[in-house]
């Protein structure tokens, strides 16, 4: 018997992170572009069971109809949140539907907690998509929502008028007029990524003026690269709801990343937002999701292991000094909890004399350390596609510098300072990213 939990008794917090990875994650061309087409059952139910391990209180699936495959995952699904539920509380699971009977039907059918309904209310929208005016747009959702209302009065209702950023004010309030009374949310989604920090501000105040006992949502686009701060500036500005991705992922350039969204919000010290979420498994999480897709943790993600990599000869002297001077953000909080110093042309003679002596051990003085690190400069750039560079110094070191290892004792051969480990020869699962050029990699 599938587990279920009347909305009323749910006491939301400051901001409810509303997951949409498997709705509009799935509309990401990632996915194409890395021959994966569709998340499998399995993809689906793991990364369900992450989200609600990390706190997330709401994830958005397809409508069932969308697909036999939804319709069945849907149980898949639903019984992997049931599991959880003694241990995390209950996790809502929304449908994203048009305003459609066909979606409603299929997603009360399929146990949703609630529906995510949406119409589009731009001039484009209302000419090329569905081709309907203000007024009918307003007509047939009040309808569908009372006829829902009267069956379902415990389905948690959200109304989202499509590419609201490139919707009138005026228009938008025509129809939000109307619905505000019958939902408990109202979306205001930036579909095609226009929006900017400011219109989101004044949009999202003019809309809690306007609405005040209805909680907002927000959903934005990163085709001008604004999605998070726009979503930053919808929950300083009364948005409750915000709707993520993991890594971002979505339509065309996708939306907000989830963590680099409370990352942001911990920096700026806004702890009011962050009840509940897992933050620690920020990373573990964002690696999970890069696995799902057969990529890295994107260089642009603020909780990635790239965040806390360090090429430039300068910053890695620097870093074996101290971390703080080119890591200036708590990531270790956010569970990137090493950093790692990449041997590579632009690595000093400092770095270089660091790891051939404490890392492996050689009898090396500062003078030979400077002429090994010049001939290693030369000659790295000659180095064959996947041959490590680690490899290549230490052979300048053992067969052109004749440099000999200092004989430690057993006993204090793993004993090294600063706690930096050689990671030239182990792979660690999951986190590597840039495995044949790290050779320091440091815990914090
Ligand atoms: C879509 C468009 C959507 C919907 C957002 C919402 C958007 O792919 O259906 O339901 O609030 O960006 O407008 O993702
Ligand atoms: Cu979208």
Known sequence: MSVSFSFKYYQPRNLEIIDT????????????????????????????RALILYGVKFIELFAPNVSPQEATDWSAIREARDELVVKCGYTFLLAHVRCHPADVDAAIKAGADGLNMYMGTSDESRTYSHGQGLSEITRRSTKLIEDIRKDYPDLVLRFSGEDA????????????????PLVSRLGTPDTVGVATPSAVARRIQALRERYPSV??????????????????????????????????IGERSGITSM??????????????????????????????????????????EPVSLTNRTHAAG??????????????????????????EILLGPLSGWNVIHYFLKEICGFDIDETQAKSIAAAFKKQVYNIPFGASPSALLIEIAASEYGLKPINVPEQFRGAIAQNLTDTSKTAEIGEVTHASGVILRSKR
């Open 21 to 48: 990875t498997l709705r509009e994650g799935s509309q990401s061309s990632l996915l194409h572009d890395h021959y994966k087409y569709f998340f499998s059952t399995a993809d689906k139910i793991e990364i369900v």
């Open 165 to 180: 950023f490139r919707t009138r004010e005026e228009d938008l309030f025509s129809v939000y007029d109307a619905i505000a």
């Open 215 to 248: 909680n907002l949502e927000g959903h934005f686009h990163d085709d001008r690269g604004f999605a998070l701060y726009n979503t930053l500036e919808a929950v300083r500005a009364g948005a409750r709801y915000i709707q993520t991705t993991l890594l971002g």
């Open 259 to 300: 963590t680099a969204l409370l990352f942001n919000l911990f920096v700026d010290k806004q702890y009011d937002f962050l009840d509940g979420y897992q933050l620690r498994a920020s990373y573990p999480v964002n690696v999970l999701m890069a696995d799902k897709l057969r990529k890295l943790v994107p260089s642009k």
């Open 314 to 339: 300068v910053h890695q002297k620097a870093m074996i000094n101290s971390a703080s001077t080119y890591e200036a953000n708590p990531l270790d909080q956010f569970g990137v909890t090493e950093s």
